[in-house]
């Protein structure tokens, strides 16, 4: 049983329950709405979850050879509009409704206040006819945004338009992301900044076991850390990339505010992890992933204050759910413009990496460049990224 749990990603998870029998799965989660009052679409939940479960028809009958899927076309949607704040954010989340995936897009603002607005897309329902869902999709958003859209149109992306194809870093952003230790390195460096920065890290630590004594036919994981919005997508995450399979799991508050996820496993041959080191090295990656699962810093670009937001790519090629939405409405919250973003997939120290880009639009009333505002943009990014 493999987990990739997107469809909880974003839910007041409480207690979660998984097994198997090899051939059937079983998953209870009992959530509560995280916003009050509730603004959950069970409705939207409930077909996500169908549509992403294999059919119970194909577990009875005989075994056969799986059809190879069709590989989803990478869509090109170009948006024009008047600028605004939020707008991105907005746009996003009507994409998310339509059940469009944003891999990759490219924003600016042109001179007389218009944002011409690119977004490389793949459509998860992929089916035919392509050109009544263009219709569909290019209908609904002109409606949504009304008059001031003057172009909305999707084709299919063209090879100069690159695919997702991961890029090596440009120097000067690895340097601002990936050079400084990720527990520290969103702070400033006044003395009193570290200090903080050590108690939240330790207020935050990740503990993480690996051990074979609990279950003679499975390898016990047991995660204890402070309960957060996407914990258990982070730890099943990187589970999944290690290529094991989960036998039974089970994920608990705790009466101190942390969470305890176990979770009995097999290794990709389908028998315990008996070797020390790879029991280490399960260890330390779960730890790490789960203790720092996004990478955020605002930095200065020229005359320009620019965003930057780290998130790995799993192994099977899917990024972070809903990266751009959370990061937008933390900006919209903030009531900050966006003049220009970008998403781009990269390979660094032997692991992929979607970078998000924006430049800030700068306002009197709150300049950007002082650290305060800076910190500011950078909690909230990381409280409405993580809860």
């Not at 897309?121 to 003057?150: H, I, M, Y």
């Not at 957060?228 to 009466?255: N, P, Q, W």
């Amino acid at each position: 049983m493999y987990f990739t749990f997107d469809m909880v990603f974003y839910g007041g998870l409480r207690v979660a329950d998984m097994s198997t029998d090899g051939r059937w799965c079983f998953v209870a989660l009992w959530v509560t709405p995280r916003s009050r009052p509730s603004t959950v679409r069970w409705s939207l939940l409930k077909q996500r979850l169908e549509d992403v479960c294999p059919s119970a028809l194909a577990s009875i009958l005989t075994p056969v050879s799986p059809p190879v899927p069709e590989a989803k076309r990478v869509l090109l949607l170009q948006v024009c509009s008047s600028d605004r704040t939020g707008l991105l954010h907005d746009v996003a989340q009507k994409l998310w409704e339509m059940e469009l995936t944003i891999h990759k897009i490219k924003v600016s603002t042109s001179p007389d206040g218009r944002a011409v607005d690119l977004f490389f897309v793949t459509d998860n329902r992929n089916k035919q006819p392509w050109k009544k869902r263009a219709e569909e999709v290019t209908n609904q958003l002109k409606e949504f945004l009304g008059e001031p859209c003057s172009l909305c149109e999707i084709s299919l992306a063209g090879s100069e338009c690159g695919g997702l194809t991961c890029f090596p870093l440009p120097a000067t952003i690895t340097k601002d992301i990936f050079y400084e230790d990720p527990a520290t390195f969103e702070k400033g460096n006044t003395k009193s900044e570290k200090i903080n920065s050590r108690s939240e890290h330790h207020a935050n630590e990740v503990v993480v076991t690996v051990e074979n004594s609990t279950s003679p036919v499975h390898s016990l994981v047991q995660l204890t850390c402070k309960s957060r919005k996407s914990l258990l997508y982070d730890c099943l995450r990187t589970v999944k990339d290690f290529s094991l399979k989960v036998a039974h799991g089970r994920i608990g508050m705790l009466e101190n505010g942390n969470s305890e996820i176990s979770l009995f496993v097999l290794g990709p041959s389908g028998q315990r992890i008996t070797n020390v080191q790879d029991q280490k090295s399960l260890a330390q990656c779960v730890e790490e992933e789960v203790g720092h699962p996004v990478r955020i810093k605002v930095g200065t670009r020229g005359p320009d204050t620019e965003l930057l937001v780290a998130t790995p790519i799993e192994k099977c090629g899917r990024g972070r759910p809903r990266v751009l939405y959370d990061v937008t409405l933390a900006l919209k919250m903030l009531d900050i413009c966006i003049f220009k973003a970008d998403i781009g997939r990269h390979d660094y120290n032997e692991k992929r990496w979607e970078i998000y880009r924006f430049l800030l639009v700068d306002r009197e009333e709150f300049s950007l460049t002082c650290a305060r505002m800076r910190n500011l943009i950078v909690d909230q990014v990381r409280h409405i990224l993580l809860g």
